[in-house]
């Protein structure tokens, strides 16, 4: 599977934008797929991922309604609408995927087995 992410950029505060996730290969296969964050000098966090067969969404706790993930599943594709963004926001954001693993934990950038190459996201106040 890959994974190809695109969207971000440079945006004020209170300001949107939209991430894209172009997922090709073996797309059947997937499980969750996600969008986590990175800052220099931290860990890879979570922002939310969507169960790529029936849709079911999950969001960290700081963006819950602020940002969307969604998918379109003709296009392979998975969103992530952010609005209301805030400084803190700011960060590499990356999409990644999963194959079916019984152990996976939803928040865990160790659980998903494919990554894309990341997009800037900067938020000015």
């Known amino acids: 599977v890959q994974l190809v992410e695109s969207g971000g950029g440079l945006v004020q505060a209170g300001g949107s934008l939209r991430l894209s996730c172009a997922a090709s290969?073996?797309?059947?296969?997937?499980?969750?797929v996600g969008w986590f964050r990175q800052v220099p000098g931290k860990e890879r966090e979570f922002v939310a991922s969507i169960l790529w067969n029936d849709g079911s969404i999950y969001y960290e706790q700081t963006v819950k309604g602020r940002f969307t993930i969604s998918k379109d599943n003709l296009e392979n594709t998975v969103y992530l609408q952010m609005n209301s963004l805030k400084p803190e926001d700011t960060a590499v954001y990356f999409c990644?995927?999963?194959?079916?693993?019984?152990?996976?934990?939803?928040?865990?950038?160790?659980?998903?087995?494919?990554w894309g190459q990341g997009t800037q996201v900067t938020v000015s106040s």
């Open positions: 990644a995927a999963s194959s079916y693993n019984p152990r996976f934990v939803m928040t865990s950038s160790g659980s998903y087995d494919y």
């Open positions: 290969g073996r797309t059947f296969s997937l499980y969750y």
